[in-house]
T-cell receptor
Framework: NAGVTQTPKFRVLKTGQSMTLLCAQD?????MYWYRQDPGMGLRLIHY???????AKGEVPDGYNVSRLNKREFSLRLESAAPSQTSVYFC????????????FGEGSRLTVL | GQNIDQPTEMTATEGAIVQINCTYQ??????LFWYQQHAGEAPTFLSY??LDGLEEKGRFSSFLSRSKGYSYLLLKELQMKDSASYLC??????????WGAGTKLIIKP
């Protein structure tokens, strides 16, 4: 059981380059999320999706676009990378029900030079 | 604004007990979560509290007081593998999670 998988795990970009982070979950979850994690700060929500074909902005959406390709896959795209986007990015899906436990991917460490 | 506060770092001894506190101010409350995150890895779910009181799960317990905006995570019989960051998160009135910055727990032999 793979859970949540995201690729790539590491990437170095130059300012202005674009890239897409891919996330897939095999737990049939409706809700999926993209977070960024920076030192000394809590996880910050970038965008999220409550189901196939839907997306919504989170706390820090600027500079990022997302696409919920189907129920399994949720991608995050940086159109023109900036050094401020250097971070560790986590994709997560949420189990249904009251508790709504989050299941995270292993993370993608992105450096923008 | 919404705010979650927890200590940045704590140190404890193997075999001992440690309590990690979390205080919060959020727009509404729909539950409080604790996650564990080992260095370089993804967070994993530890506990969920929505009613006041203590929830026990093996060596880990989590307490909630909604009137005080306060929670703690209690870890007993500490093991070296418990060295990790512990993240407190509150689900607000919009069912969005607000995350604390995490408490790095260092276990010494």
């Amino acid at each position: 059981n793979a859970g949540v998988t995201q690729t790539p795990k590491f990437r170095v970009l130059k300012t202005g380059q674009s890239m897409t982070l891919l996330c897939a979950q095999d737990m049939n979850h409706e809700y999926m999320y993209w977070y960024r994690q920076d030192p000394g700060m809590g996880l910050r929500l970038i965008h999220y999706s409550v189901g196939e074909g839907t997306t919504a902005k989170g706390e820090v959406p600027d500079g990022y676009n997302v696409s919920r390709l189907n129920k399994r896959e949720f991608s995050l795209r940086l159109e023109s990378a900036a050094p401020s986007q250097t971070s560790v990015y986590f994709c997560a899906s949420r189990s249904p029900g009251e508790v709504g436990e989050l299941f995270f991917g292993e993370g993608s460490r992105l450096t923008v030079l | 604004g919404q705010n979650i506060d927890q200590p940045t770092e704590m140190t404890a001894t193997e075999g001992a007990i440690v309590q990690i506190n979390c205080t919060y101010q959020t727009s509404g409350f729909n539950g409080l979560f604790w996650y564990q995150q080992h260095a370089g890895e993804a967070p994993t779910f530890l506990s969920y509290n929505v009613l006041d009181g203590l929830e026990e799960k093996g060596r880990f317990s989590s307490f909630l007081s909604r009137s005080k905006g306060y929670s703690y995570l209690l870890l007993k019989e500490l093991q070296m593998k418990d060295s990790a960051s512990y993240l407190c998160a509150v689900m607000d009135s919009n069912y969005q999670l607000i995350w604390g910055a995490g408490t790095k727990l260092i276990i010494k032999p």
